[in-house]
């Protein structure tokens, strides 16, 4: 059983940082790619990053310069690092894991974290 375990999360202003991290449980991290998602109130969840196992990233147009993604396979861990964050980065950050990155991409990941609150407010 795949278990994903965000942190980092938490209340910051705008312009600064927070650094989010998801440890997966399972020999199952190194053969997925993983990606994080955020899901605002009322909106639908949409796809914030994504890592493949051998370190490829893709990124949402809005979040580009500003958020890194990345992996640790040692710790089977992967993180995403948020710079510049401005109020419409409020939103619940998701931690997910599937084989085929395209599944990530469309939001259909075999593996769900249970989401940790980000609040960028002054």
């Known amino acids: 059983q795949v278990q994903l375990v965000e942190s980092g999360g938490g209340l910051v202003q705008p312009g600064g940082s927070l650094r989010l991290s998801c440890a997966a449980s399972g020999s199952v991290f190194d053969s997925n790619a993983m990606g994080w998602h955020r899901q605002a109130p009322g909106k639908q969840r949409d796809l914030v990053a994504a890592v493949t196992r051998g370190g490829t990233t893709t990124y949402a147009d809005s979040v580009k310069g500003r958020f890194t993604i990345s992996r640790d396979n040692a710790k089977n861990t992967v993180y995403l690092q948020m710079n510049s964050l401005k109020p419409e980065d409020t939103a619940v950050y998701y931690c997910?894991?599937?084989?085929?990155?395209?599944?990530?991409?469309?939001?259909?990941?075999?593996?769900w974290g249970q989401g940790t609150q980000v609040t960028v407010s002054s």
């Open positions: 997910n894991a599937d084989s085929l990155l395209s599944q990530i991409r469309a939001g259909r990941s075999r593996y």
